[in-house]
């Protein structure tokens, strides 16, 4: 069993940044990929961004493109969230998320999830 830990959400305001951490219990060689989900109130969850742990090819939401990094770092078995201009509209919790072939294509949910962080930007 994966179990994740997230870390570095917090409150920012509009046009802020943010970095989230999320490290993983096991050697992420047993997991194809990890990536990040968002939750906010009253909606759906949504995939916000993944990654291939192997060989870094990654995945966004229309919607954070061109705002949103995700990187990893293998060895430490964790993955990172670097959110630059931050708006309202990305409040939420997010939570990271880990899984295997079908969760890298983007057809099947991930296996594995974290508690979440909550994530607050004002206007």
């Known amino acids: 069993q994966v179990q994740l830990v997230e870390s570095g959400g917090g409150s920012v305001q509009d046009g802020g940044s943010l970095r989230l951490s999320c490290q993983a219990s096991?050697?992420?060689?047993?997991?194809?990929?990890m990536g990040w989900f968002r939750q906010a109130p009253g909606k759906e969850r949504e995939a916000v961004a993944r990654?291939?742990?192997?060989?870094?090819?990654?995945w966004y939401a229309d919607s954070v493109k061109g705002r949103f990094t995700i990187s990893q770092d293998f060895d430490k078995n964790t993955v990172f969230l670097q959110m630059n201009g931050l708006e309202p509209e990305d409040t939420g919790m997010y939570y990271c998320?880990?899984?295997?072939?079908?969760?890298?294509?983007?057809?099947?949910?991930?296996?594995?999830w974290g508690q979440g962080t909550q994530v607050t930007v004002s206007s």
């Open positions: 998320a880990a899984g295997y072939v079908g969760y890298c294509t983007g057809y099947l949910p991930p296996q594995h």
């Open positions: 990654i291939k742990m192997d060989k870094g090819a990654t």
């Open positions: 096991s050697n992420t060689a047993s997991t194809i990929c």
